[in-house]
């Protein structure tokens, strides 16, 4: 049984969870894609309160293979925090930052944009530790407003408004 690998990009809006049954009844990802389409898979996971860029295939390996921290992939997040933003810290966090025991290191952090008690922060991060920047910013203390996954790898949302979903073809070469 050799079905071709398939890969769609998803944009997941805010308070839909990425998994597929949810025991508090939540909505899920995959009450949003349209009920045509295969049986898929996300591609790690978002939170609940986090919004923006998700992979999801129709192959189980290609998916774990894609999850692993050995496949450095780069995920690039914009973040709104309630916060003025000291340069310090944002140097730390480049530097790489121990929380808690767990040293978050390849993280790149730069302040896009500075409104009067808000600052819009863009991450870099290869790692993909579980709830990374929600830790760092809990870590100093930056309330956070929006968390958007902008990029996974070579692709990118550009313009996919929340709930949109579209197939990849060809799947891009950095995943293959």
């Known amino acids: 049984l050799n079905t071709k690998i398939k890969l769609w990009k998803f944009y997941k809006p805010?308070?839909?969870?990425?998994?597929?049954?949810?025991?508090?009844?939540?909505?899920?990802?995959?009450?949003?894609?349209?009920?045509?389409?295969?049986?898929l898979i996300s591609i790690g996971r978002l939170d609940f309160m986090s919004e923006g860029l998700i992979l999801l295939t129709n192959d189980g390996d290609f998916a774990r293979k894609l999850e692993l921290p050995s496949s450095n992939i780069l995920r690039v997040?914009?973040?709104?925090?309630?916060?003025?933003?000291?340069?310090?810290d944002i140097k730390k966090i480049c530097n790489g930052i121990c929380i808690n025991k767990i040293l978050y290191k390849k993280v790149e952090a730069i302040i896009e944009k500075i409104n009067q008690n808000e600052t819009w922060l863009k991450f870099k991060l290869r790692e993909g530790k579980n709830?990374?920047?929600?830790?760092?910013?809990?870590?100093?203390?930056?309330p956070i407003l929006k968390l958007i996954r902008l990029q996974y790898g070579s692709i990118k949302l550009i313009k996919e408004k929340p709930g949109q979903i579209n197939e990849l073809d060809p799947i891009p070469k950095d995943f293959l």
Do not use: H, Q
């Open 131 to 142: 709830r990374e920047i929600r830790i760092i910013c809990k870590y100093f203390k930056w």
């Open 77 to 88: 997040y914009r973040v709104c925090v309630a916060s003025n933003i000291k340069e310090g």
């Open 14 to 39: 805010i308070k839909v969870i990425c998994t597929n049954k949810d025991p508090k009844k939540r909505k899920t990802i995959f009450d949003l894609i349209p009920k045509n389409m295969p049986r």
